[in-house]
């Protein structure tokens, strides 16, 4: 087994057999909540340096993640980058702005112009949010060395010819995705999971209070 997925199941990441809706309005029976691994800072820790190790050769000068799951996973990963190169590498973030693009603040594009940049991310399902983080490091002058996600949910969906940018992931994962109309679990009556997900909110579009 994957040694990220090994981590993902140890701090109980990993939920299945259930009804989920993803931000992307998907729907799917298996959910990896990245929240779940976040609090404990060994694992977290640990799938900072499982980057690191990857990308240790490839001179990179600074680690970029969208916000908000992608910030403490920045962080780790040029954590022990720093330590494995013997130099100091950049850990930054993008972060969300009102119609949903990946803006640089707080000066952090100065961190990454005319850098060698690692863009990561935690969990992929369509790729959009990366690809967003992507065209925010180009916009400031940035040089996107690789793309790497901790795990890749759709194999066929996001890849490197899909996304357009060199692409590698950790883990894969491959859930099997569904629209609301075709949602074989809507079908058979299978309850919304308002736990974990979009699915409270999912539910409130639809005229539903819970």
Known sequence: MNKVIDILKKVGAITTDSHFVGTSGFHFDTYINKDELFPHTQEASEIGKIFAEKYKDSLIDAVVAPALGGIILSQWTAYHLSKLTGREVFGVYTEKTADKEQVFTRGYDNYVKNKRVLVIEDITTTGKSVMKTVRAVKDVGGQVVEVCVM?????????????????????????????AEDCPLCKSGVPVNITVGHGKQYLKSRGFSK
């Open 151 to 179: 795990v890749n949910k759709d194999l066929e969906r996001v890849n490197a010819e899909t996304l357009g940018v060199p692409f590698n992931s950790l883990a894969e994962f491959p859930v099997v995705l569904y629209t």
